[in-house]
Nanobody, 124 residues
Framework: QIQLQESGGGSVQAGGSLTLSCVVS????????LGWYRRITGKEREGVAI???????RYANSMAGRVLILRYNTRNTFTLQMNNLKPEDTATYYC??????????????????WGKGILVTVSS
């Protein structure tokens, strides 16, 4: 069973930066499609960044240019570095994973395994 645990959330002022981390267990980390998603209160979940097993990266338009997804295979960890945060980025952020490859539209369909989520609050 794949398990994921987020850390690094919290409060930050607008314009600031925050890095979220996700530790993954239960599967060969190098064979996972990895992703970060968020849910803004009152809105549907949306994808933020996807990192495929071959290293291909996709960013959603909502945060493109302000986020960076990285993986650390030796630590079974991947991160989401967020810069120039805005109050509208306030949300619960989730890390997620899927075995072997990403589905055809991971931003839309999501992935198979999820962390519990972590709150990020950006104040103006």
């Amino acid at each position: 069973q794949i398990q994921l645990q987020e850390s690094g959330g919290g409060s930050v002022q607008a314009g600031g930066s925050l890095t979220l981390s996700c530790v993954v267990s239960g599967y060969d980390f190098t064979d996972l499609c990895l992703g970060w998603y968020r849910r803004i209160t009152g809105k549907e979940r949306e994808g933020v960044a996807i990192l495929e097993p071959d290293g291909k990266i996709r960013y959603a338009n909502s945060m493109a240019g302000r986020v960076l997804i990285l993986r650390y295979n030796t630590r079974n960890t991947f991160t989401l570095q967020m810069n120039n945060l805005k109050p509208e980025d306030t949300a619960t952020y989730y890390c997620a994973a899927e075995k072997l490859w990403c589905n055809g539209d991971p931003f839309y369909y999501g992935l198979d395994y999820w962390g519990k989520g972590i709150l990020v609050t950006v104040s103006s």
